[in-house]
């Protein structure tokens, strides 16, 4: 299934009246300016989708710091986005979709199967002279009707023994699968079998999801080699989804786990390991108690940095 859509389609559906409704989903782990850059300049008709409250429960640390929303929560989100049964809608964001892939990945779970990603975003769309509109757009309410579990997930146990089954890809930056450091969550380091794949390497140095041959051969390298046998984690099940949705174009189907790191590190009995290998220097041990938590407590706002939220 394509996922993908250009600023040039974009902007001819725009141009011809066909419906779409755009979502610009801005939100970077550590900021919270998302809401005030949308109304500086946005698509034309771009609707603001708060990643925080309308893609996500409080935390919770058995669920995680972004716990995917009841049906009933996200289905009155998205009528208030505007969307209605049938419509074609895009997402998009000014970080490489590492946000907006968020709203994708529900929206896809959710049974909307004309929903795609703007590929470049925001930038992408500037840079092809396409114009910005300023302001709040508020839509008229939509009928959009929302199911549940059209997209494939793992929990708490099934993450622990993905490695004996298949690969289980930690989309995290490196530092943090390393135990490096630990910029949000308790303990520091990456689930014990987990391979690392930040998921910063999806893309070109524009923001543009690499070609289906290039990313192909990268998680082919990790050792995905079956449509069902790849599971992606990273902080807190949001730029997790940009890697389901990179592995997708590669042609593989992946397989979500939404609590992520998050979850995993606020249960004590959990196992953790540190270093560059799935199994280096296991232990299990208290929250905090792990090399390099809290070790940094800034976090990247470059839109080719991000930590893996």
């Given at each position: 299934m394509t996922i993908l859509m250009d600023a040039s389609e974009v902007h001819r559906r725009l141009a011809a009246g066909e419906r779409t409704v755009l979502l610009d989903v801005r939100w970077v782990l550590g900021r919270t300016d998302g809401h005030s850059q949308y109304m500086e300049g946005h698509l034309p008709g771009a609707v603001f989708v708060d990643l925080p409250s309308e893609l996500a429960d409080h935390a919770q640390p058995a669920r995680g710091r972004h716990p995917l929303p009841s049906v009933e929560r996200f289905q009155l989100a998205a009528r208030r986005w505007g969307i209605n049964d049938g419509d074609t809608v895009v997402a998009y964001d000014n970080s490489g979709s590492m946000a907006?892939?968020?709203a994708w990945w529900m929206l896809r779970n959710a049974g909307v199967e004309t929903v795609y990603l703007l590929d470049g975003g925001l930038a992408a769309w500037r840079?092809?002279?396409h114009p910005v509109q300023a302001g709040e757009v508020t839509p008229a309410v939509g009928n959009v009707?929302?199911?549940d579990g059209k997209m494939p997930t793992i929990n708490e146990e099934e993450a622990a023994h993905w490695h004996e089954q298949g690969v289980l890809l930690d989309a995290r930056a490196g530092e943090r699968y390393r135990g490096e450091i630990e910029p949000i969550d308790p303990r520091a380091g990456h689930i014990p079998g987990a391979v690392s794949a930040p998921t910063t390497?999806?893309?070109t140095a524009e923001g543009r999801f690499l070609s289906a041959e290039e990313l192909r051969r990268r998680f082919a390298g990790l050792g995905a080699d079956g449509p069902g046998n790849v599971a992606v984690y990273c902080g807190s099940g949001v730029t997790a989804a940009h890697q389901v949705a990179a592995l997708e174009i590669a042609g593989?189907?992946?397989a979500l786990f939404p609590g992520?790191?998050?979850?995993?590190?606020?249960n004590d009995t959990n196992p953790v390991a540190?270093?560059?290998?799935p199994f280096e220097d296991e232990h299990v041990g208290n929250v905090g108690d792990a090399p390099g938590a809290h070790g940094q407590t800034g976090t990247s706002t470059a839109a080719g940095s991000s930590v893996g939220s």
């Open positions: 907006a892939a968020r840079a092809a002279g009707t929302l199911a390497e999806n893309l593989y189907t992946a992520s790191f998050s979850q995993w590190s606020n540190v270093g560059s290998e």
